[in-house]
């Protein structure tokens, strides 16, 4: 079993510019439960499935790509410039995937998720689009990737889903390949302890509600540690600051945070607000952590599969 590793921190570069794509197909989808709001949400995923949610996931892919400078921590820079294939579990919009299959046209990128909220026309031949859940399985034989990516996904994943998420990142994996994962917690360095009240009843109201945790990073090393097919195991995070004290990024960053929050207002509803009260909480939760100078962290974590 490989040890865990850790590498310093960078810092971000200047933002790129935000984009969208096209509207969801959601025709015939029977994940899709019910429209509240004017909003479409999924049996399996806590936050919106529109073109709100498709800006903000758009916006959070541009803002970790100047945090981290680049897209994968995993070393596979030399297997994508040859030729390899990559999956990209939770796509959404499939931003990722698209400025990879541009970048290393040698080699092939698919993307899925439970919602077509991905390019269904017009995108590179190198890419591809399925529509999967991977709490269902991938719908991909044994061994097909050289590189499996996964991140954000706490909002869609069980703890008791994690496990086997992770299984099926490994089964579809080559031997010799690599898997990554990469998460941020809802857990903000320097905030009062009202924002944390605040914040502590919604990672406790979500997880005794719907068995999701979302300070999930530090149980990620141990799933890896314990499926025997993972070798070479390591780790690496970065911090991003939160508010216009951390200058164009944590403006921006802050905006997305705040962005997100509003966006769970509907799965934060069997949470004990009054009306009215959460989005208030908002607003004053994130000029209090940019009063703070607070901070949160993204991480990543990649492993290779072994050849047994």
Sequence with gaps: ??????????????????????????KKDQLIQSCISKRKFSASYILPLDDDEVDRMTLQHYIFQNVWKGDFSSPVESSLEHGAKMLDIGCGPGVLVLELA?????????????????????????????????????????????????RFMMFALTTKDWPFA???????????????????????????DAIKNWRTNIVEGLKADKGIDLIISPHIPNYLSANK?????????????????????????????????????????????????YSTLVDIAFKDLNSNK????????WAMKTFN
């Design 166 to 192: 992770i299984k099926e990142m490994v089964r579809v994996t080559k031997p010799g390949g690599w898997i990554e994962i990469m998460e941020r917690d809802i857990f903000w360095y320097n905030e009062g």
């Design 102 to 150: 541009s970048k290393y046209p040698r080699s092939h990128f698919t993307g899925c998720d439970i919602v077509a909220n991905y390019p269904l026309q017009i995108k590179p031949e190198n890419s591809a689009f399925v529509k999967a859940d991977i709490t269902e399985g991938l719908p991909f034989p044994d061994n097909t990737f050289d590189f499996v990516y996964m």
């Design 229 to 277: 097919s993972l070798t070479n195991i390591s780790k690496d995070e970065r911090v991003e600051p939160l508010g216009s004290w951390g200058g164009i990024l944590g403006k921006a960053y802050g905006q997305l945070i705040m962005w997100g929050a509003m966006n769970l207002s509907e799965a934060v509803s069997n949470i004990k607000f009054q009306e009215g009260e």
């Design 1 to 26: 079993m490989g040890k865990i590793q850790s590498k310093p921190s960078r810092q971000p570069r200047q933002l790129k510019k935000a984009r969208s794509f096209s509207q969801p197909d959601n």
């Design 294 to 301: 607070a901070f949160d962290k993204s991480h990543r974590f």
